[in-house]
Structures are given as structure tokens and as C-alpha cells.
């Protein structure tokens, strides 16, 4: 059964990577770049298990990972963040991807959760605000390492990694490169789930500072659980570690082969037996997707018909001791502006609506004046939970 699936994995491979490349020798400006990124290292150790540590394994399916592309795509460089085990720091890694143009960006972690051992699974992630706890828990924890940076309030520009408001600034972040990450991180889940036969715990996304910065298509998998003692025994295998390498490559095969066809449609190539599976899921998921996303903007809630009980969003972008004047240049040229007062500084806020999407586009508008300004949200005039009204406004409009 493996070696036949192995069989069918190397023809893939050869017909989707090499033959359509014979003879067609590129210079590294011209090839795709992938940047992989093995989590942690030195003396990070990421999550501990009871018999390894999270940074050893990521390492291992990272050069796994690598190895595979470098043999089978002669079209793609690989790059690593690390090699070995060395410490490097959060905003390094996505420095690296950039200095070096990439085209993607995969980081590779092991998840962990307190004291639970029987939570197991795979996950794969992108940069955006965490839509529950249990997901903002594990952006936190992968941040946190940030804290053994002793000038991180400087790099990181007084990001708190334990502090659920810092999480806010994500949901503006990447717009241009989120459809691309989301739509490998579910190639990546697919393999996971159809290759790998991980128990599938799907894509998500959360506040991770590595793929904050990083300028292109970016995704960081979960492999498992190093809390769960079954699980962790499972990622310290050969046959755990290549299989995990396996179902990325697969994915990263699938998104680079798509990104190549669209780029020179006149070359287009039949898809391969090693990526049929998958494709042929491909269009009965995406096309109520993309019906779905023309909904919103056709029902959009109209501001002005505020009911009780209604969340109403606003952009705040500054803080006052005492409450401006109403010609204060600082309130100039903005619609809407109000302010509440939270443990005696009155906050100022703008382009009050009841719809969500509204007032981050007022937020991007405004960006420029008042960079750090971020989206709060009220019910009934008081200010309530940002993650649970975003949420909860997302819900209605699915409805
Ligand atoms: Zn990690």
C-alpha cells in the first residue's frame, strides 16, 4: 500500500515538476521561491512534550520539506530560515523572505495545549484575527517568544503577546496576499487530513507576528499536539515527520503548479495523477465560496437603522485627558466623532456603523493621519468584546 502510493507520488512529481521543465534551464531570478521556516530554535524550545521539544521536530519536517522540493521542482529555490538548531528572531524570519523576493512563506510548528492530552490534530494558519480564545491562545503562545527579546518594545513596536488588544491590529493586515494564503493553508489541511490521515482540526487564523511582516503568500502549520503523549510519540518518527513533509510538499505542488498555469496559460499542463485527488474537490468547494462572498456587499445593513441591542463599530484614534474642542485640529476632516470615557481618558472615535466592513475601510482611510487607530465596537453605548462582535456581525452576514 505505501510503496504503491509512493510510486504514485513519484510520477506525480516527475510530471508535475520535472518534465514540463526539461531542458528549460532558469536562472534564479526566474524560479519560484519558497522560504521555509522550522519555528523556534536555540534557546527557544517552543512547546515541550514529555520526551522532545517542538523546535526539534519542526527542524525535521522542515528539512524534509526542503528536500523534497529541492529533488523533484529544479524550477523552485528553497530557502531555509534555519538549518540547525539556532535561535532566530520572529521579525528576522520574515526579513529573510523578503530580502530574498519570495513567492511563499511556510512555517512549520508543533502545537500544544495546557494540561489536555488528549487534543490532537493538524492545523494550518493564516495572518488574520483570531475568531475564538482557543485560537488567539495559540497565536499568544507562538508570539511569546518575543518576550526574551530585551529591546522587543522597540522591534516590535510595543506589541504585547499576551495582551488580546495588541491582537487587533491583524485584521488589517495582508489583504492583498490573504486569499492566496487561505487557499494553500486548505491544500495544505486536505493533505493533512487525506494524505497524512491527521485528524483534521482545519484552517484558521490568528495573530502571528512571524507571517506579520512577511510580504507574500504565508502560511504556519500546526503538525500536531506535543501535549498529547500518542501524538508526540507520532511526530518523533521517521515515518510521522516524512509523512507530514509529504502532504505540505503535495500542497505546495498543487498552489505552485496553479500559480505557474495562471502566469503562462499558453503552457498549460494536464493536471498529474499525484494531484488529481485533490483538484477534483477543488471546484465543488471553491464555487459556493466565492457566491457566499458577493452576498455581504448585495445585503449590506444600512447605518442608519440602529435597533436596540444592535453592535455598532467605530474607528478610535486618540486618547484625551480632557474633552476636546470641537474645532480641535486633531478632530478636523473626520466624520461621526465621539468620544467615551474608559478609567478617566475620554477616547475619541470616528465613522461610527453597524457595519463592520465600513468602518475598516474608514480605519484604512485614516491610516495615514493616525496610524495606530483600531476598530472598537459597542452595544447599546457600551463598549463590548471586539473578537465576539467581529464574529457575531460575520455570522448575521452568512445568514
Ligand atoms: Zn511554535
Redesign the pocket.
Known sequence: MKLYRLYILIIGVCLACGIPHVGRAQTDSQKFVVVIDA??GGHDP??LGRISK?KNINLNVALKLGRLIEQNCPDTKVIYTRKKDVFIRLDRRAEIANNAKADLFISI??NSVGKNRTVKGASTWTLGLAKSDENLEVAKR?NAVILQDSDHQTRYAGFNPNSAESYIIFEFMQDQYMSQSVHLASLVQKQFKQTCRRPDRGVHQAGFLVLKACAMPSILVELGFISCPEEEKYLNTEEGTSSLANGIYRAFLLYKNEKQAMAHPAAGTEPSPALQPVAAQGPATSAPKSEKQQKPSAAKPSPQKKQADELVFKVQFLTSRTPLKANDKRLQGLKDVSFYREGGICKYTCGASTNYYQVLRTRKAISSRYKDAFIVAFRNDEKTDIHQAIQEFKLKQKR
Open positions: 519555528g523556534h517552543g512547546a517542538e510548528h508543533t507562538e
